[in-house]
Every structure is written in structure tokens, then in C-alpha cells.
């Protein structure tokens, strides 16, 4: 608050992705870099936390992806915003089950994490400490081997990453990213801003922009109904470079998070110690978040790749198998307390009212999983293209 203070005193308001921006990723002070409570313990309990079925199901989908793709022969796992490192645990655990699927394939592991404490922490889950700081000749910030004998690579940028046949994966990690505000007044399009409240001393409030600010102009879509808009570049930017990178090389993406298909207005929020908690006050001890626009996404993909959904959790999950999964893993377990566990969990992920119905899945594919190529000289060569796991409902033979 004061670094904040000190600013809009010296130079005036600032964006709402501004101070989204310095409130989470400072490096000195921002939310993540210092704190990034995600699990029980901390501000926000996210999916993977939750169960361990969560990532299972979705190395899963990955694992069918690479077979429906024709099996290429080396694969990077890029995850965005890992947190706690929990989802590749678990994707890497069914990868070590599924190895005799696997064996002719060179998997490796690519985290793209801006925090120091949460890279700590998933170098401690996945490798058990063993990493090399700053390794040479690299652009990756730090290097391990998992305990199943994957080398993984952290990085802070999408950029840094080599190219390749790649599987990207991003929970709630766009959520995260700084968003602007934006309302419709009788005088045109205005941008919400935050300043000092002159009142009040060190307490900050919302104003909106006199005239017109730079990205009232570039991020406003002509066709906009709405009256209140939240808009994230930033998500933008790496959604196109998720699609070029797709184009080019190969791979899938898949981007789990609430959101909505460019309905909602008003989404931006804070929680603290699992409780909401006022976007301006104390910034930098709570996570600050904004729903995803997915249609948004979509129109950032610009037609390089294909794009499915977004669809509810609950329905991906089911079609991933969930009911079955958690049937095998009550019949293996003897005590009531993993039984209720187990039972409770799947609540959370899959009840309309908890997260089955706000969570969303959706993918970019590269348009050729999708649609076949016309391959008029040889029309009986032409097998059906298998379905994509979670987008389609799950037919048992
Ligand atoms: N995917 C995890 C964690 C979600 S929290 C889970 O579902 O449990 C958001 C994650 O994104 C954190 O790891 C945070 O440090 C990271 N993050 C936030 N902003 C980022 C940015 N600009 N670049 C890279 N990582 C970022």
C-alpha cells in the first residue's frame, strides 16, 4: 500500500490492470512472489488440491491426445502457473503408470512460474529439492529431474520455452493476469481507474478517466453491448502464442478456469484466508482475480487453431470417466475416513453449486485434429478422426 501510495501521489491514477499487476507480481511485494497461498492452508483451494482424480483425468486427456496425433516421439508438458505443483505430480504419475504407452516417447516438463516461493515449492513435490539454480547456456531459471526421471525446466515466460511438440496447460492460471476495467457512460467509453482516496489517508478508491485512455481504444470490440467490460490482454497475448506455437508444432492446449462466454460484467474480486476480501485494501496480502472471457480467447486464437468449448467441469470430468475412477478408487480403499474423503472431494469438483457448473474447459487443437484434410485422390483412405476426450460424451465398448 505504501509503494502504491507513494506512486499515485507522485503520478496520478493508475489502470486497474496496473495495480493488479503490482499487487500480485511485484517482485518485492507482490501477493504471489511473497505469499501465493493456494491449498487448505492458505487463501484459495483450487482443483488439484482438491483430488488427485482431477490431474489423473487430465494426464489422461493428454495421453489420448498424443495417440490420437499419431504418437510423435517426444512431448514437453508445459503448465502455466503450477502453484503448488500438485497437477503434474499427478498428470506424471498416471504418465509413470501408462509408461508402456509412453516408452517410445521422450517426455519432458516445462513450468512457466513468476514466483520464487511457489517455484520452491513444486521444485520440492516434484523433484524432492534436487535442482540446479541458474543452469548455463539455458533459458530456463532452474533444472531438475522428477522423482519418475523427468527432466523438468522452470522458466518465467511462454517465450523462454523451446519449440516443439508441446501440450500446454493453464488452471486457473489466467484468472490471475491483470485485467482492465471499463464502463460505458453517456459520454462514451471511460476507463475505471484506482487512486488515492483524498479523504481518507492510504485508502484507495475506484475513479474513472475524464476522457478516453489508450485502452478504451485498442481493447473495446466495436460490437460490445455490455456496459460494464472486463478486458485481459494479457491473456490475449499468450492465447495467440499458444495457437502460433500449436500451428507451428504440433500439441494441444487446455485452459481450465471460471469464466464466461463474454456475458458477465463485474467479475473482479479478491479472497483471503478462503474468504472474499475488497480488491482495494491491503493489496498484496490477497489473491486479486477476474472471471475468464473465453470468447475472448477464442477471438485472440485468430483462427490458427481450433478451439472447443468452453464446457462445464462437470461435464468434461464425466466424460473423462470420473464416476469410474472414483468407483475403483472407493472399492481399493478400506477405511470410511478416504471413503468419505473421496466422496466429498468429488462433490466439490463435480456440484453445480460448488465448482462443477462455474469451472470451464476449453481447448485449442490444431484444425487438422478436427477436420481431415481433403484427401480427394484416395477417399477410402479416409478413417474417422477420433473424438476429443472431455468434449464428447464417453462411449464404454
Ligand atoms: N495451477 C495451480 C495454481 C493456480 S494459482 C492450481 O490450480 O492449483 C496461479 C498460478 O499462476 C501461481 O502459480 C502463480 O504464481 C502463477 N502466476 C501468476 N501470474 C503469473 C504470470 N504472469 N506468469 C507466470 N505465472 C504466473
Avoid at 494479457?234 to 462466454?261: F, M, N, P, T, W
Avoid at 478462503?274 to 486464437?301: C, N, Q
Wanted: include cysteine; aromatic fraction near 8%; glycine fraction near 8%.
Amino acid at each position: 500500500l505504501r509503494h502504491l501510495a507513494r506512486k499515485l501521489r507522485a503520478s496520478g491514477p493508475v489502470t486497474v490492470a496496473e495495480y493488479m499487476r503490482e499487487a500480485l507480481t511485484n517482485p518485492g511485494q507482490g501477493y504471489y512472489t511473497r505469499r501465493g497461498g493456494v491449498g487448505e492452508s492458505g487463501d484459495f483451494i483450487t482443483s488439484p488440491e482438491i483430488s488427485q482424480v482431477f490431474g489423473e483425468l487430465i494426464g489422461i486427456w493428454y495421453i489420448s491426445e498424443w495417440m490420437a496425433m499419431g504418437k510423435p516421439t517426444t512431448l514437453q508438458l508445459v503448465e502455466l502457473g503450477p502453484g503448488r505443483g500438485t497437477l503434474t505430480e499427478d498428470i506424471l504419475r498416471v504418465f509413470k503408470q501408462l509408461a508402456s504407452v509412453l516408452s517410445k516417447c521422450d517426455v519432458s516438463v516445462h513450468l512457466v512460474e513468476v514466483s520464487p516461493k511457489l517455484s520452491e515449492i513444486q521444485a520440492v513435490l516434484l523433484t524432492g529439492g534436487k535442482v540446479q539454480p541458474n543452469p548455463e547456456d539455458e533459458s530456463a531459471y532452474m533444472k531438475g529431474i522428477s522423482k519418475t526421471g523427468i527432466p523438468i525446466s522452470w522458466y518465467r515466460d511462454i517465450q523462454d520455452v523451446p519449440p516443439g511438440y508441446s501440450f500446454y496447460l493453464a488452471h486457473e492460471f489466467f484468472d490471475a493476469l491483470p485485467i482492465h476495467k471499463f464502463q460505458r457512460t453517456e459520454r462514451g467509453w471511460r476507463e475505471v481507474l484506482v487512486d488515492i482516496d483524498p479523504e481518507v489517508p492510504d485508502q484507495l478508491r475506484f475513479v474513472l478517466s475524464p476522457s478516453r485512455t489508450p485502452a478504451t481504444q485498442h481493447f473495446i470490440q466495436p460490437e460490445e453491448t455490455r456496459d460494464h467490460v472486463e478486458v485481459c490482454p494479457e491473456a490475449g497475448v499468450i492465447v495467440q502464442r499458444l495457437a502460433s506455437r500449436i500451428e507451428k508444432d504440433g500439441g494441444a492446449a487446455l485452459v481450465a478456469d471460471y469464466g464466461h462466454d463474454g456475458t458477465k460484467t463485474d467479475t473482479f474480486r479478491g479472497f483471503r484466508n478462503h474468504k472474499l476480501h475488497d480488491v482495494l485494501s491491503a493489496p498484496g496480502t490477497a489473491d486479486l482475480t477476474a472471471d475468464v472471457d473465453f470468447s475472448y480467447l477464442r477471438k485472440m486464437a485468430q483462427g490458427r487453431t481450433a478451439t472447443l468449448g468452453p464446457i462445464k467441469q462437470r461435464v468434461f470430468l464425466k466424460n473423462m470417466g470420473i464416476d469410474l475412477r472414483l468407483q475403483v478408487l472407493l472399492q481399493n480403499s478400506g477405511d470410511t475416513a478416504t471413503r468419505e474423503q473421496l466422496l466429498h472431494s468429488y462433490d466439490m469438483l463435480m456440484n453445480p453449486e460448488k465448482m462443477g457448473d462455474c469451472f470451464n474447459f476449453f481447448a485449442l487443437l490444431p484444425h487438422h485434429r478436427l477436420v481431415q484434410p481433403d484427401k480427394k485422390d484416395k477417399p477410402e483412405s479416409k478413417s474417422p478422426l477420433p473424438p476429443v476426450a472431455g468434449f464428447n460424451e464417453l462411449l464404454i465398448k
